[in-house]
């Protein structure tokens, strides 16, 4: 799990990173604009397709921390160890749609290569987003199965300390 961790935390620098390079390219656009009626060109579009691949960045992160909402409504009155069973049954399902949405990026950003699809103004190829959401959806999905097979880290604390967050 150290490994998948680490996988997760550098995923989550990398769209940290992503989001800073939007902010700062935004910054420059408008004040660009404001001062001297230049913009970068085609911003807008780098914009959206950072921030895509920046989100499936974060999944990792977001998972392996357990991050997600989880409505406990129906479930806060039963045993905890109903809840856990509950909780890594969740996290099999998690995993089985990473895996495909990762599938379904595969064939997408194949899809975009084969036919050269790009954006409108700068013509960015398409299948570079692809490629780079296509790790971060399989690590979520591995952290969710090994979630749903082990359990949560915390809960094997007293059992493996190595899986000590």
């Given at each position: 799990m150290k490994?998948l ?6 995923c989550a620098?990398l769209?940290g990173?992503l ?6 390219m935004?910054?420059?656009s408008?004040?660009g ?12 579009e780098?914009s959206?397709?950072?921030?895509g691949?920046?989100?499936a960045l974060?999944?990792?992160?977001c998972?392996?921390k357990?991050?997600?909402i ?5 479930t ?19 995993a ?7 599938w379904r ?13 790009g954006?409108m103004l ?6 570079v987003?692809?490629c780079?959401?296509v790790?971060?959806l ?6 969710a ?10 809960d ?9 967050v």
């Amino acid at each position: 799990m150290k490994l998948l961790e680490n996988l997760a935390k550098l995923c989550a620098i990398l769209a940290g990173v992503l989001l800073t390079f939007i902010t700062l390219m935004t910054c420059v656009s408008i004040v660009g604009r404001e001062t001297v009626g230049k913009t970068i060109s085609g911003d807008f579009e780098l914009s959206g397709v950072a921030a895509g691949a920046a989100i499936a960045l974060f999944m990792p992160w977001c998972q392996f921390k357990r991050g997600n909402i989880m409505v406990d409504f129906f479930t806060a009155k039963t045993s905890e160890t109903t809840q856990n069973n509950l909780e890594r049954f969740g996290a099999f399902l998690l995993a089985a749609v990473m895996a495909l949405v990762a599938w379904r990026t595969v064939l997408g950003g194949l899809n975009a290569y084969s036919s050269n699809s790009g954006t409108m103004l700068l013509g960015f190829p398409e299948y570079v987003v692809y490629c780079a959401m296509v790790p971060p959806l399989v690590l979520t999905a591995l952290i969710a199965l090994h979630q749903g097979v082990f359990g949560f880290a915390e809960d094997n604390v007293e059992a493996n300390p190595e899986f000590a967050v």
